[in-house]
């Protein structure tokens, strides 16, 4: 197995409630084997008394890196919250991103228009989102972090050879797209459409359901078929982590049998690093 291929497993502090606090929930991802730590600035997207929301999230996210990198769990992903269209957010998220030492921001990309109707036109939504994107990507160079936008559920959104196009057009080395796995099993598209897609994928949102619902369950308790993901990732040159968003079950944990699924979250990254091996 080449030795980037899945090589760290990383799970997103999603796994625990909004407003747990981020250092217990670092010592806490450590402790149950994770290799990195995506941060889900989605989950710190509330009123004034948010770190993120605040004067010191520069401070705030620097101080997180120190803990997490003493622990050996690096932060190397980060998922911004809104969309494409949320203006001065992203470039606090990308500052956020650079602090925490993640190299990687996870932006959605815009899928309605202004009346909020799905846009189901792939040209319309690769013209309106590259336009909304281009203007940060200068930050983001500066910076060192590279945005990412990911295949969702609706309109053109849905289907990941749209977004992969979306990231051939745009044409930065600063700007990718991310396969997320349990949206494109819920929108009807097998692991094989990788292989119609412009540019594989700059990383992964891993996570399962029976295809009729986002449960963003652990890898094996739903539906898709984890061999076939395996398979088309290393056909289509995908050279990056194993990231694991299939927070629902530990979030919704009571806190004392939290860790027990943290443990087992991190086991199902094992086994894939594995088979990708095998």
């Not at 994107?133 to 969702?152: C, H, M, Q, R």
């Not at 963003?216 to 061999?227: A, E, M, R, S, Y």
Request: net charge negative.
């Amino acid at each position: 197995m080449d030795k980037t291929f899945l090589s760290r497993i990383v799970t997103t502090t999603t796994v625990f409630p909004r407003r747990h606090p981020a250092e217990d929930a670092i010592d806490r991802i450590a402790a149950a084997g994770f290799d990195a730590i995506d941060m889900g600035l989605d989950y710190w997207d509330y009123g004034p008394d948010s770190p993120f929301l605040g004067d010191e999230y520069v401070g705030w996210a620097s101080r997180l890196r120190e803990r997490a990198e003493a622990l050996g769990v690096p932060f190397t992903h980060s998922h911004a919250p809104g969309g494409a269209d949320c203006g001065e957010l992203i470039g606090r998220s990308l500052e956020t991103a650079a602090a925490l030492g993640a190299g990687y921001m996870v932006l959605h990309p815009v899928y309605h228009d202004e009346e909020r109707r799905d846009i189901d036109d792939p040209e319309l939504f690769i013209k309106l989102n590259a336009a909304l994107v281009e203007p940060w990507l200068d930050k983001a160079e500066k910076l060192g972090v590279t945005i990412l936008s990911e295949n969702l559920q609706y309109g053109a959104s849905a289907d990941p050879r749209v977004v992969a196009e979306l990231a051939a057009h745009v044409g930065s080395p600063r700007f990718g797209w991310c396969w997320d796995t349990g949206h494109a099993h819920c929108s009807g598209f097998a692991p094989e459409v990788l292989r119609e897609c412009a540019a594989p994928p700059l990383s992964l949102h891993l996570h399962d359901n029976d295809a009729s619902g986002d449960d963003h369950l652990i890898p094996g308790d739903g539906t898709i078929d984890w061999k076939a993901v395996i398979s088309v990732l290393r056909e289509t040159g995908y050279a990056g982590d194993c990231v694991l968003e299939a927070h629902s079950q530990c979030k919704k944990a009571p806190d004392d049998q939290r860790d027990a699924v943290l443990r087992r979250l991190c086991e199902s990254g094992k086994k894939l690093r594995a088979a990708a091996a095998g």
